[in-house]
């Protein structure tokens, strides 16, 4: 009996295939970490082959078959669910020109004297307040970059798409994408669902012809159908619908059962995020638009610290040599024996205080990560605690903002990403918000939206409610330690707060200053 949805879950460090039923359950899964997840030509650049991720979804999906064949063939549809902003450039035969240039990239195009605007542009942008969010928007637009620097690329170019699309054309010969899954660099309007016309001020901003852009559809539209060359590279049968769903965080959101404002949901991955769902949209900061549910009718709300936990990372490569060697003798993982020593430091870090803007935004486009409040007392470990609290204060600032356009204080939170998995790190947020959170009783909550928005397009559930009632079950639960929670509160807003507003012009010089010694 066909019954059962079948999610890929395209990551930007892994992969997992899962075979979902309407009652929430993983009934099959099959995760791979990537051997390459990207590569890196120059310093700073992230680039991957869109091929490599179609060998990856190949293995997967067979494996999956292969251990468990009663599930593969129980399957009524696809979902596919992809990280975001990762554009790819094709040729007239919608072939990859280039390899990808990820989300996590770091150039930027020149753009001398903002030459991609229109004169009564750049006067409506000035007039606005516009200016320094528009040129970073720009700058940080792939096509822009391309444009100056790889011209006989660019001059080969028919299709500008996100990755999503030209795995939705390798699945299923139709070169289409979701509304609600083109978050990133591109010229749409995600409360209409569709791309800027010609003659909108915002067209120009991202340098894209929209002759290149692919075909837009719905959420819960089908995409098209699996083809039979597909079928035989990844076994997955010929002529399964594919279901038009969102990105990954949108679907992440979903999957923590976050559907309407009294709720909240925070992410705590590479990149980290905290999310509210409205029925109305509104751009959650100034500048950032929200983004469409997986279900149409709803937008989520969301404020993002670009770099996140990709800081643990950073932080064991920098500092942690030490700190695997101990590990390794306790027979314990690297992040269990850090959690052990930070859960013996005070909250508050005794006024050692972290700004987790390790990557520029909309907001702040010249904004640079800063640490103040060293004093002899604080430890390689105080740090660590700081990074924590640090994008625990930012994902609290994210909700402040998103609350000023909701008018209402969620009532508890929802904590996924492999963050989650750590009781100290849920512990910290909880007493930052001050609100009780949850940690879900699915881990791969990406997975499980995915399959929701499947559910709900084939119209197994009536309306989200109705869905999330039975397919989103919440777990451990974690309530706020008051003591703590005073210390935070007191810490955010004494201190916090305040340091943005007196480093702006210092930041603005340590840009001037990079830039003027790597263009030597």
């Known amino acids: 009996m066909k019954e059962n949805f079948l999610v890929v879950d395209m990551g930007t460090q892994s ?10 359950e993983i009934l099959a899964m099959v995760s791979q970490h990537y051997a390459t997840p990207y590569f890196s030509p120059k310093k700073g650049y992230c680039e991957q082959n869109p091929e490599y991720y179609l060998e990856e979804f190949a293995k997967a999906t067979k494996e999956i078959e292969k251990k468990n064949p009663e599930y593969f063939d129980s399957v009524m549809g696809l979902v596919f669910v992809c990280f975001r902003d990762t554009a790819i450039i094709l040729d007239e035969n919608k072939r990859p020109i280039r390899p990808s240039i990820l989300w996590l990239d770091q150039r930027t195009a020149k753009l001398p004297n903002m030459h991609n605007l229109r004169f009564y542009e750049k006067i409506l942008f000035k007039l606005i307040g516009m200016k320094d969010a528009v040129k970073y928007n720009s700058q940080r637009t792939v096509s822009f970059w391309l444009q100056e620097n790889e011209p006989d690329n660019w001059k080969k170019m028919r299709y500008y798409v996100p990755l999503t699309a030209y795995i939705n054309y390798c699945m299923t010969g139709n070169l289409a994408v979701c509304s609600a899954d083109c978050v990133g660099h591109y010229p749409i309007n995600f409360k209409r669902g569709k791309w800027y ?21 719905k959420q819960g539209e089908i995409l098209g159908y699996i083809t039979e060359e597909f079928s035989k590279k990844t076994h997955i049968p010929v002529g399964l619908p594919v279901y038009a769903s969102a990105s990954d965080k949108s679907c992440e959101t979903l999957g923590d059962g976050v559907i309407d404002k009294n709720t909240g ?23 950032l638009p929200s983004y469409p549910a997986p279900y149409v009718g709803a937008y989520d709300y969301e404020v993002q610290v670009y770099r996140g936990l990709w800081m643990i990372s950073w932080f064991a490569q920098q500092f942690g040599l030490e700190d695997v060697k101990r590990a390794q003798e306790m027979n314990i993982s690297l992040e269990e024996y850090l959690n052990k020593k930070i859960s013996e430091i005070p909250a508050g870090c005794d006024g050692l205080v972290l700004q987790p803007y390790w990557g520029p935004g909309l907001k702040r486009p010249n904004a640079k990560g800063s640490i103040i409040g060293f004093s002899g007392v604080h430890t390689r470990f105080y ?7 640090g ?6 600032e994210g909700l402040d903002e998103i609350m000023k356009k909701t008018k209402v204080r969620p009532k508890y939170l929802v904590v996924s990403g492999g963050g989650s998995d750590s009781d100290v790190f849920l ?22 939206g995915g399959a929701i928005s499947g559910y709900l397009a084939v119209g197994i559930y009536k309306n989200p409610h109705e869905a999330v009632k039975n397919m989103c079950h919440l777990g451990q639960r974690f309530d706020p330690i008051a003591k703590n929670a005073e210390i935070y509160n007191k810490l955010y807003k004494s201190v916090y707060l305040k340091i943005y507003p007196s480093l702006r012009k210092v930041y603005q010089n340590c840009k001037d200053f990079f830039l003027e010694t790597n263009n030597e």
């Open 383 to 389: 740090f660590y605690r700081a990074m924590i609290e």
């Open 265 to 287: 949901c925070i992410s705590l991955g590479t990149a980290c995020s905290i999310d509210v769902v409205s029925s109305k949209y509104k751009e959650p900061e100034r500048f």
């Open 15 to 24: 992969l997992r295939v899962s075979i979902v039923s309407r009652k929430g």
């Open 427 to 448: 512990q910290i947020m909880c007493d930052i918000f001050n609100l009780p959170i949850f940690r879900p009783t699915v881990r791969e909550t990406a997975t499980l």
């Open 391 to 396: 994008i625990g204060f930012a994902l609290r």
């Open 197 to 217: 016309s010609k003659i909108h001020p915002k067209i120009n901003v991202f340098g894209i012809p929209i002759s290149s852009l692919p075909k837009l559809v």
